[in-house]
RNA sequence: GCCCCUGUGGCGGAAUUGGUAGACGCGCUCGACUCAAAAUCGAGUUUCUUCUGAAGUGCCGGUUCGAGUCCGGCCAGGGGUACCA
């Protein structure tokens, strides 16, 4: 073996050419061996790729490639989230078409993925912007139409009145548009929705079979699909009519001390219609954005209809009011205000000095007990509430809805916090939803021979509102049903629904329909997802309830998309600052600074910098780092062991120079090692065989569990162990070994070493090395000999030392009987083959 | 606001079900090699200390023979919050 240096700018292109040319990942349908499916959520095609994307990839690639090596028949493809806002964007701001700007993009993100090497069969590769993918995504949408699973209603949207245009939620700030600057209003339109409640129940007990899902996202889940039981009931009120309410704390009924509705409740309407100040109240409930956060962050605010509502049990007369927070989506859009037990109703309450009642304490004779500036949501004894006073707060629950149902005037009822999905965009840039408005027949589902149907290519930007309404023929089309004139739907899907079934897609592309069944069968689930943690809830639970839909109308047999999930953290990097005269902070990109150990300065007049915080790579923070830059310095292999080492996959990798060029030295220095090399070295190092094969099996282990992290660890004492190791049979085994183990995370260096030590095949293609259990059994302990819990020595013991011999080992210690120092011992813990605890 | 997560040396982090806190890497210090430097190799590196030990895993408290790990209460940072993807 020759003893040059390993160069990447020649063996990265090298292999990424051999691979391609033997097609060597590419996934066979019909292979015999068992298969997986490796994925990584796939991009939006921005314009570059993001060091947080080669993050992504990096792990898949590693799993993939490993999966190949133990066995499996791997699918592992790649495709773009092409549709969305940003190509709009770019369309505005740089006259580009969105077509144009986003192919662009995903040539030149294509090219970089290629150059880190990542084992991916692009013979699959699929954008969503192109009609062979959404024509199918058309007829897919009409499947659910016409099994009730899809339908139309009026929604609320961001209104900017000067654009004249709807505003996405990250579009408005601070109640304005962002361009305009215009005060953003709540329009109502009519909008397309997915039945996706019909779904709750089945989507909450399907997390119960994720196990191999994170814990935290399956919890994100369940508390956004948020079951509740509780009370939907009717008050009295004084003009005659009667107000449904709901309420998850029926026990804490005596404490009502006020009834509320949303600004939208027909209720409202109702008290605006000879009121100019209830209008005006609506009016002003209407400005600013439509967020959770935003409407539950704002002051609460209220308008006293001067009506009245009975209480049910204590007949006193409540005063309604229209509240800014109540939500019309969920429950009937009315509530029972408790202000003790309740935070919001509290801080209403005490703006309006309504009474605070505890009906809830910690004890039956707490009941006078005041409040501490807050409610108490919590458990404890109905008090103050006649007939329930002394009950828990479950057992008073049942009581009252038992009553209210005696007298009819209401019923318990589960509710959940999950809303249909909205999927209607006003916007050019995604799929055309596949209807056709007429005058004489209504809203007509396009027929499916009429698929796909194709976005307009000449379309301009230069004014506010969607191209597609202002085409001069597009929408323009006679009525499938009767022959006259009408419209096509101008909305576009939500691009949530290009990503809910691309996984799909990938396993199975037929030209004449969105895939094939058996194909499905076979690939799906998927083995293991992988993506940002930031898609925990909206696009995970959307894929889970497309998956569910599909598999309702019998167009697959899958019901959950992903078998493993994954969640990945974030590439962060710190920033460089400076303030300039007015006080305004300016941001430096890395490539602008000359960093030294805890100083930065700014290249260009060698002025100094504050160095910020570590935060998530960002393009107005200046703190992004190019991957094409560092592959081009240190070559694929070094990027991607970067991308492994050092911080467990699930939390946030910080970027830094130094990390980077520690682990090209690493890749040199493996190279140096495995060009000493002897194959024909002969005698056995045991110490080095049970080394060699311990690491085998953490490092399976660890890649399995992708704890990437600790492989990498792993692969770091190999080496050192193998560097100071003499030559030997066993020696030379290790190196091989090393070879293997790196493979899939170091490809190119490992295909390079490979072709040197073994002379034929590729790396990619070769088995995993076994392991044998002999070796990996170690046969002497070091056992922890504690006084008091506190260690006090160390003692090596033969593995399965008995409990008798441990202590009284133990005991022998000079140091341990120094530290009891001739108490009376009390007790002895003894742990076998691991600890021994002295209790004086 | 609400839901979820995270917090361990100078830095990234490791630590089976509660059982030797700091593996491994980065950085730094010293040494070897060199005319010199780079590269490479070797040693050291939680803090304090009377050199015997003591303290120590964001803060306060609890359970336990024993807590980074479990429980309660805080603080700080991050993700999501239904039209960013």
Known sequence: MSDTRFDPSS?????????????????????????????????????????????????GDVLARYKKATGHEVLHPMGWDAFGMPAENAAMEKGVH????????????????KQLGFALDWSRELATCEPDYYGHEQALFLDLYEAGLVYRKKSEVNWDPVDMTVLANEQVIDGKGWRSGAEVEKRKLSQ????????????????????????????????????????EFSFDLSNGERLPVYTTRPDTIFGASFVAVAADH??????AADSAEAQAFIAACKRGGTTAAEVETAEKLGYDTGISAKHPFTGADLPLYIANFVLMDYGTGAIMAVPGHDQRDFEFATKYGL?????VAPAINDADKPFDGEAEAGEGVIVNSDFLDGMEVEEAKREIIGRIEKQGRGEGRTVWRLRDWGVSRQRYWGTPIPFIHCDACGVVPAPKDSLPITLPDDVDFKTPGNPLVRHPTWKHVDCPSCGGKAERETDTLDTFVDSSWYFLRFASQPADKPFDKDEIAKWLPVEQYIGGIEHAILHLLYARFWTRALERIGLIDVEEPFASLFTQGMVTHETYEQADKTGRVLYFAPDEVERRTDTATLKADGSPLAIGRVIKMSKS????????????????????????????????????????????????RLWRLFSTYEAEAKGADKTLDRRTHQTIAAVAEDIEALGFNKAVARIYELTGAVEKATPSASRSQAVRTLVQLVAPMMPHLAEEAWATIRGEGMVADAPWPEVDPALLIEDEVTIAVQHKGKLRDTLTAPKGTTKGDLEAMALASDKVQRSIDGAQIRKVIVVPDRLVNIVT
């Not at 969105?98 to 993925?113: C, E, V, Y």
């Not at 991607?640 to 090209?664: H, K, N, T, V």
């Open 11 to 59: 063996a990265d292109a090298r292999w990424q050419s051999a691979w391609e040319e033997a097609q060597t990942f590419r996934a066979n349908s019909a292979s015999e061996k068992p298969k997986s499916y490796v994925l990584e959520m796939f991009p939006y095609p921005s314009g570059r790729i993001h060091i947080g994307h080669v993050r992504n990839y990096t792990m």
């Open 98 to 113: 969105p077509g144009a700007w986003t192919r662009a993009n995903i040539d030149h993100m294509k090219s970089q993925l």
């Open 192 to 231: 397309w929705f997915l039945k996706i409640t019909d779904f709750a129940g089945e989507l909450l007990e399907g997390l119960g079979g994720l196990e191999n899902w994170p814990d935290k996202v399956r919890l994100m889940q369940e508390n956004w699909i948020g079951k509740s039981k509780g009370l």
């Open 266 to 271: 027909p209720v409202a309407h109702s008290a």
């Open 355 to 359: 009474p605070i009642r505890r009906v």
């Open 621 to 668: 923070k200046k703190n992004v780092v190019d991957p094409d830059t560092i592959v081009d310095t240190y070559g694929a292999d070094a990027v991607r062991w970067f991308m492994l080492s050092d911080s467990p996959p699930e939390r946030d990798l910080p970027w830094s120079e130094a990390g980077i060029e520690g682990c090209s030295r690493f890749v040199h």
